[in-house]
T-cell receptor, first 116, second 114 residues
């Protein structure tokens, strides 16, 4: 079974609107971390936001928020007030276990296009 | 200052050649990784080192050999390059312990085997 599933290969959103990128995960480890990364066309991987499995509140970082639904094993990324510069690939990732030397699993990514 | 730097950024080479990609991080992190991103953008771990010790070694052909001379460097050497090795290779680093920042990635090396 896939550890991370991103079901939206591509999405369009109008500038200034909000958009939700879906991510579901699969693990039996009670301790895990969920991450979102952005990969613009230039190719670098940029960390956006983190949610720990024991965190009670949804993570937020500026215009990014993570909608964490533990029972559903989902960790959707919400981008508010989309900007043209948000056009990029977005990857959801999971670290199983508490420590960063544990392996990360990445989803297949969602390509977001922001229309003016 | 670049936190995780990889060289070269682009590498075009012929089948059968041997090549190396270098990676250095100045973040003081304990753990370094190599990931491969294929043409469909799928990212898969290849290796990780913690304090110069190999801790993750995925099912990768033994033509790929990582070398970590110190905890700030993790190089990737590839022997007898094949067409299927064409991909983007990312180096990354992280603190070994608990952290909410995950990885810091390098900018990637686009390897093209012709």
């Amino acid at each position: 079974a896939q550890k991370i599933t991103q079901t939206q290969p591509g999405m369009f959103v109008q500038e200034k609107e909000a958009v939700t990128l879906d991510c579901t995960y699969d693990t039996s480890d009670p301790s895990y971390g969920l991450f979102w990364y952005k990969q613009p066309s230039s190719g670098e991987m940029i960390f956006l936001i983190y949610q720990g499995s024991y965190d009670q509140q949804n993570a937020t970082e500026g215009r990014y928020s993570l909608n964490f639904q533990k029972a559903r094993k989902s960790a959707n990324l919400v981008i508010s007030a989309s900007q043209l510069g948000d056009s990029a690939m977005y990857f959801c990732a999971m670290r199983e276990g508490a420590y960063n030397f544990n392996k990360f699993y990445f989803g297949s990514g969602t390509k977001l296009n922001v229309k003016p | 200052d670049t936190a995780v730097s990889q060289t070269p950024k682009y590498l075009v080479t012929q089948m059968g050649n041997d090549k190396s990609i270098k990676c250095e991080q100045n973040l003081g992190h304990d753990t370094m990784y190599w990931y491969k991103q294929d043409s469909k953008k799928f990212l898969k771990i290849m290796f990780s080192y913690n304090n110069k010790e190999l801790i993750i070694n995925e099912t990768v052909p033994n033509r790929f050999s990582p070398k970590s001379p110190d905890k700030a460097h993790l190089n990737l050497h590839i022997n007898s390059l094949e067409l299927g090795d064409s991909a983007v290779y990312f180096c990354a680093s992280s603190q070994a312990g608990w952290s909410n920042y995950g990885y810091t990635f390098g900018s990637g090396t686009r390897l093209t085997v012709v």
